[in-house]
């Protein structure tokens, strides 16, 4: 199975809230490169079709830190195939129409100058990186509030943010803490590097 394939199985039998027939559409829509971008411009997934690739990579850890028995009998966390479903797979959602493809010289095996194609940013809705992800998503169907922070933080202390906001959301939302682990995860030892 093909992982496009594999993305719309998984969506349409797990996210079934209103809504998210729409914003399933617009991520098939011509107006939307989800299934093409990259993942990021120089490190993990940085080729066509990589932000679907590191999507489905996120879903499967998540999936497997979530049925570890520690997991759901020490520390109690559980969460529904659906919300599993939603963080995973459009945690990155805000990559959309972002990445673009620009040309720069380079010297090829033989030491001959060539343009070669590279990725760059041209964010047209520049409004962070997990917030811009929730008001994608909260755009089409609504999120509870578990599952907005999840994403909110899925890049736990890597990001930009005040260290002591995304203690107090791990500790406040487990989930948002499982979701940056799956994250750093699938980003560190599963996703292509090009």
């Known amino acids: 199975m093909d992982l496009k394939q594999e993305f719309l199985d998984i969506y349409k039998e797990n996210i079934t809230r209103d809504g998210a027939d729409?914003?399933?559409?617009?991520l098939l829509s011509p107006h939307s490169d989800f299934f093409t971008a990259p993942a990021s411009t120089r490190f993990h997934g940085s080729y066509?079709?990589?932000?679907?690739?590191?999507?489905?990579?996120?879903?499967?850890?998540?999936?497997?830190?979530?049925?570890?028995?520690?997991?759901?009998?020490?520390?109690?966390?559980?969460?529904?195939?659906?919300?599993?479903?939603?963080?995973?797979?459009?945690?990155?959602?805000?990559?959309?129409?972002?990445?673009?493809?620009?040309y720069r010289n380079a010297k090829n095996e033989q030491g001959?100058?060539?343009?070669?194609?590279?990725?760059?940013?041209d964010d047209k809705l520049p409004y962070g990186h997990g917030e811009k992800s929730v008001y994608?998503?909260?755009?089409?169907?609504?999120?509870?509030?578990?599952?907005?922070?999840?994403?909110?933080?899925?890049?736990?202390?890597?990001?930009?943010?005040?260290k002591g906001q995304v203690g107090k959301?791990?500790?406040m939302f487990p989930l948002a803490f499982a979701l940056s682990t799956a994250d750093m995860e699938a980003t560190y030892y599963i996703d292509g590097k090009k």
């Open 169 to 171: 959301a791990f500790e």
């Open 112 to 121: 001959v100058w060539e343009k070669v194609p590279y990725y760059t940013t």
């Open 48 to 102: 066509e079709g990589g932000l679907l690739e590191h999507s489905l990579n996120v879903y499967h850890c998540l999936k497997d830190y979530l049925s570890r028995e520690r997991v759901k009998s020490v520390y109690g966390l559980t969460a529904s195939e659906e919300t599993i479903a939603i963080c995973a797979l459009l945690h990155d959602i805000c990559k959309v129409n972002l990445y673009k493809t620009d």
């Open 22 to 26: 729409k914003l399933l559409e617009y």
């Open 136 to 162: 994608i998503i909260t755009g089409f169907m609504r999120l509870s509030r578990e599952e907005a922070f999840a994403i909110r933080y899925h890049m736990g202390f890597s990001s930009v943010e005040e």
